[in-house]
């Protein structure tokens, strides 16, 4: 087992693509980190380089307590599961199961004790002779799995591994890959762009966007106190709700107002906003935190719906107010509620989001 | 999922008498294709008074098959024609995958170069390298030897079958070398235990080709080679006598070289389409 350090990582392509931007990381002895963001935002090419399939620019990568700049991949004691598979097409499952511990010069009843045990924990058993043309995505993934902890290397490295399958697969896969980890703990990077992957995976997530580091943190600490607007709008589904508004304060009220919508906030947003009276600031709300209703005074607006999207748990609403739009999710399912309504949405104190609009960095305390 | 559904053959008739003439248009593109070989044939089974008409009378004779077979120059031309196809398409094989696999996978001055190299000669017409390789192979003194039909016959099928083989390699996906990579492959290792394995169908059809090519190839045979290494399409082309043309004799020749060609495609035909397609 081992820790990954990723120190001034670099990643230059020619001398006009700058792909990954002096990445620092730390990643506990078998942790598991989720690196997600947009696509080209550098985490494939930061994994890769963890692999050691791609040359390092500049910077350090260390595992454990070796430095692997230079080391070729079969070197650094890593698996990786890729997104498609990456299979030995030509051999059985059981062959490819068995590929690197032959390399290894392992012994024949070792290799078929290890895999079995792992087809054990993964349920091939019944699928070893077979070809991975003849298997399901799922079952190849699985497969994929499995030729990674046959090994029992130091680190998985995981390069969007379900983003070739359905939905519903893509959550159970999910669910055993978390599994895996309970049961094998073994340092891991998990590359996605699916947001929803990297929390419920991740023990921290890693937010990156154009080759730069947004935001490490666990999920909930990226979720309730995002490092920036960007980090705010990626995480959460669906997406935070963004206003500009102006910020006045009067007779020890502080508010923000935008076409259609005042909301006083409470003391601790006051002091926050105190230093940006009258100047205006990005509002950031997320769905999830709007209610149906009048909640707490001077918290609610109205609004007129566009669109209503039932989803038999809830229903999510896209509304309008003034010229910006605003979705409310958590709305019970049977509300009756159509296009053109005019409702009431409140905000909760506490949950409210406030950005400064050059830097686009939270105002805080 | 979009459902593609076939245009019917003449949509207007009845469903019989489509497939008939369906099958008569098929037949009759068949016989366009076939006949040359139908007339070769019969030409070799005549006998020589017989061959300027062909169509006349019924006799029927295998004595062209025995005289070129008693023909020690015809039978030596058959093996060297065979000996220089296998070598050529073996030697060859062993440059070509890996020229295409590099031109496949990597980037950067040497690929690029090779690259240029290989589609400048691709650029010139075939004919134009004969005469310089005929000055250079009397200059290394290797002119009508194995070696001086060999080296040339390598060289085509490299600036040929690079491009193919690239593309084949193009239809792999990489991430199988990159896994075999981290399975504790080097990099040759993962080509050779990885990607030369998927490969192989396209290789198979590569081997065809390649062998074909150098088989019924006649220019540099005939340019290359003098007495020494007869080849089998030069002296099926050496009927032309002062007594005048042997028809019989050639069309026997050309009979018995179609059989190797005839059943190689035969063969090889599933790897070809197979190879083709990837």
Request: net charge positive.
């Amino acid at each position: 087992m081992a820790a990954i350090s990723l120190s001034k990582l670099n990643k230059h392509y020619g001398s006009l693509f700058h792909a990954v931007k002096d990445v620092d990381l730390e990643i506990a002895d078998k942790e598991f980190v989720a690196l997600v963001g947009p696509s080209g935002c550098g985490k494939s090419t930061t994994l890769r380089m963890i692999a050691g399939l791609e040359d390092i620019t500049s910077g350090d990568i260390r595992i454990g307590d070796r430095l692997v700049n230079n080391l070729p991949p079969r070197d650094r004691d890593i698996a990786m599961v890729f997104q498609n598979y990456a299979l030995y097409q030509h051999m059985s499952v059981y062959d490819n199961l068995a590929f690197g511990l032959r390399n290894k010069k392992t012994a024949e009843a070792e290799i078929k004790a290890a895999i079995d045990r792992a087809a054990g924990m993964l349920g091939l058993h019944e699928l070893l002779q077979r070809k991975p043309k003849q298997l399901s995505g799922g079952q190849q993934q699985r497969v994929a799995l499995g030729r990674c902890i046959v090994r029992n290397p130091q680190v998985f490295l995981f390069d969007e591994p379900l983003s070739n399958l359905d939905a519903k697969l893509r959550a159970q896969m999910r669910i055993e890959i978390k599994r895996l980890h309970a049961a094998i703990p073994t340092t891991s990077v998990f590359v996605t762009h699916d947001q929803v992957e990297a929390m419920t995976l991740g023990d921290r997530v890693v937010i990156m966007r154009d080759g730069r580091v947004q935001q490490i943190g666990t999920p909930l600490q990226v979720y309730g106190k995002p490092a920036n607007k960007f980090v705010a709008g990626f995480i959460g589904a669906p997406a935070m709700n963004f206003i500009d508004v102006s910020v006045r304060s009067a007779a020890g009220v502080t508010a923000v107002e935008a076409e259609g919508l005042r909301l006083t906030v409470g003391p601790a947003d006051a002091s926050v906003l105190a230093a940006h009276s009258g100047r205006r600031v990005i509002l950031g709300m997320r769905p999830e935190h709007l209610v149906l209703g009048d909640g707490a005074p001077g918290l609610g607006f109205d609004a007129r719906v566009e669109v209503v999207e039932q989803l038999g748990s809830e229903i999510l609403l896209e509304t309008r107010v003034g010229g910006a739009s605003v979705t409310a999710a958590r709305v019970p399912a049977e509300t009756a509620v159509a296009r053109g309504d005019q409702v009431r949405l409140s905000a909760q104190s506490g949950r409210l989001h406030f950005f400064d609009p050059e830097t686009e960095l939270p105002i805080s305390r | 999922m979009p459902i593609v559904t076939r245009p019917d053959f003449l949509p207007g008739l009845p469903k019989w008498s489509r497939k008939t003439l369906f099958a008569l248009a098929l037949l009759g593109i068949c016989f366009a294709f076939a006949f040359p070989v139908l007339w070769l044939i019969l030409t070799s089974l005549r006998p020589e008074s017989g061959v300027y008409y062909v169509h006349r009378g019924t006799e029927f004779t295998l004595s062209s098959f025995a005289e070129v077979l008693s023909d020690e120059r015809i039978v030596g031309a058959f093996l060297n024609s065979a000996l220089i196809s296998t070598l050529a398409t073996v030697f060859s094989l062993l440059v070509t995958v890996s020229s295409g696999y590099m031109l496949s996978r990597f980037t950067g001055p040497a690929p690029r170069i090779w690259f240029g190299t290989i589609y400048v000669f691709r650029c010139v017409p075939y004919i134009s390298w004969v005469l310089p390789l005929y000055f250079v192979t009397q200059s290394w003194g290797i002119y009508d030897t194995y070696t001086g039909l060999l080296l040339p016959h390598i060289a085509v099928h490299i600036c040929f079958f690079s491009w193919l083989m690239k593309g084949f390699f193009d239809g792999i996906d990489p991430s199988m070398e990159y896994a075999a990579m981290i399975d504790g492959c080097t990099r040759w290792g993962a080509f050779i235990r990885v990607a030369v394995p998927s490969a192989l169908p396209a290789i198979s059809a590569l081997a065809v080709l390649c062998w074909l090519f150098t088989w019924n190839e006649f220019l540099f045979a005939l340019i290359l080679t003098g007495n020494r290494v007869p080849m089998i399409t030069v002296v099926m082309a050496q009927f032309v006598t002062e007594m005048g043309l042997r028809w019989n004799l050639m069309a026997a020749t050309a009979v018995m070289a179609l059989v190797p060609a005839f059943l190689i495609a035969l063969f090889g035909q599933k790897y070809v389409i197979r190879g083709l397609r990837i």
